[in-house]
């Protein structure tokens, strides 16, 4: 395995593995710039759709250029697949929070993130993460967006007697559970496509049976009505300083732990650069959170 430096971006390049390490990152990010606009929309009842999806092409784009000439290393941002659903779904639905209220508090947590980011304390407490506890956080995010992806596709629905039951069976709830299948299968034999193709043999499907159609227009400018809606101010109140509290937490550990799975997966030159890029990569992280809240959009995450 080649032996990766903070200074390698110095160094000469391969132009066709760097492009297709580029497709491949594409490839497995691609699926955010789609689902993370229909999670944080709710059927209508939160974002609305176009606005998400500029906020969160622009939070793409723009972070995982920072991350790629600060971290130096071969590593994508984006919004937060769980964190859109905490945003959404605690504060927007249940809490009642206004839209920029909600980017406030997420503004705030990273705040927090960023300050603890810069101290000496994010490398004792990288250290000090038992490693079955960081799969533990990672698998607690994951069931937790599985759980809200079920919902939305009807598969499980709200009982008051059990509070979940399975739901009825039709063409959307096979359909699903179908896509499901298969992209645990292409995961569990390690292709690059395994999360993009059954969003695209899905579509596919639905179209050619009538579910749904093409947009009208195939390109249309984009919505910044999210941009720079944050209200910072206004999210300082003591009521929410326990959310705020909460999703620093949640987001510091979940971001410790995802860039540690990614970090021991290279060999660096010593053990001193690979904690460099670590503290690199989570100070990358906290600032990706502060400009996905003035974009719109959940905490941005490695």
Sequence with gaps: MKKFTLSWFDQAINLKQEIIAGITNFMAIAYIIILNPIIMNN?????????????????????????????????????????????????????????????????WSSILFLILALSGLQKSIAKSIPHCLQKSLLMGLGCFLIFIGLKN?????????????????????VATMFALFVTAALFIKKKLYALLAPVIILSILAYCAGITHLPVNLFEAPNFS????????????????????????????????????????????SEDL?????????????????????????????
């Design 274 to 302: 690979k904690q460099k890029a670590l503290s690199r990569a989570l100070l990358s992280e906290s600032i990706g959170s502060i400009f996905s809240s003035f974009a719109g959009t959940a905490n941005g995450i490695i």
């Design 153 to 173: 596709a009807n598969i499980i629905v709200a009982d008051t007697n059990t509070l979940v039951s399975l739901g009825h069976v039709n063409l959307n709830y």
């Design 43 to 107: 059927g209508g009842n939160a974002f609305p759709v176009s606005a998400t999806i500029t906020a969160t092409v622009i939070t793409i784009v723009v972070m995982t250029m920072f991350v790629g000439f600060f971290v130096k290393l071969p590593f994508a941002m984006a919004p937060g697949m769980g964190f859109n659903a905490i945003l959404t779904y605690s504060l927007v639905i249940q809490q009642k929070l206004p839209i920029p209220i909600a980017l406030g508090v997420i503004f």
């Design 226 to 269: 999210l941009f720079m809606s944050i209200d910072i101010l206004g999210s300082i109140k003591y009521s929410l300083l326990p959310v705020i509290f909460s999703i620093f937490l949640v987001s510091y550990f979940d971001a410790t732990t995802s860039t540690l799975a990614l970090v021991s997966q290279i060999e660096f030159d």
